[in-house]
């Protein structure tokens, strides 16, 4: 289903979340962000310890240069990210995507309304799209980058906690929901 600019007449808000606003849910979403980097990295720890990150057999010049490129990175991937989000909503049929940074959350949004299809594609492409890149990537790089790599797929995962919670909460919804994502908050409407 196409976004929509106008709510259908008939729909009314069944449900509403701002997680700038609801303390409770902001904080139970990164706490499971928190268990999801846990749950990550201590079993890769086992396959390739995390001490590689930190070896200076290459030279203190290669050991710097994996966190200037690791810092660099999740900043890039932070917006890479939201532009993926974005993407999605303009391949759903949004013409103007809102973009932005609150201090704790960045994100992309639209005064568009979106089906529970689109909306749960716009959710989670960017956890997929970068979840195989990052998969990818790490397959190739030595042992001492491994973990630089592994870092980012951490946090496109673990970030990404929001967006698992809000398409497990949005699929057990009836079908004909429509989506209003403003970046940090989400309303819904439905007609039953």
Known sequence: M??????????KEI???????????????????????VLMAVPMNFYIPITTLFDFSQGVK??????????????????LHEAVHGVA?????????KYGFTGLYAYAGSDDFYGKKSYIFIALAPVVLWGVVL??????VS?????????????????????????????KMPDDILVQDCGVGMTVYSAE
């Open 2 to 11: 196409k976004a929509v600019r106008e709510l259908p007449i008939g729909y």
């Open 15 to 37: 449900f509403s979340v701002n997680l700038q606003k609801d303390k409770k849910i902001a904080i139970i979403i990164n706490a499971v962000a928190i268990l999801i980097g």
């Open 62 to 79: 290669n050991y710097f240069a994996r966190f200037i490129v690791l810092m660099l990175s999740m900043i890039a991937y932070l917006i």
């Open 89 to 97: 909503m303009k391949i759903c049929g949004t013409k103007k995507v």
């Open 135 to 140: 998969a990818v990537i790490n397959c190739f």
């Open 143 to 171: 042992a001492n980058w491994f973990w630089v790599v592994y870092f980012i797929q951490i946090s496109n995962i673990s970030g990404a906690a929001g967006d698992f919670y809000v398409t497990a909460k949005f699929s």
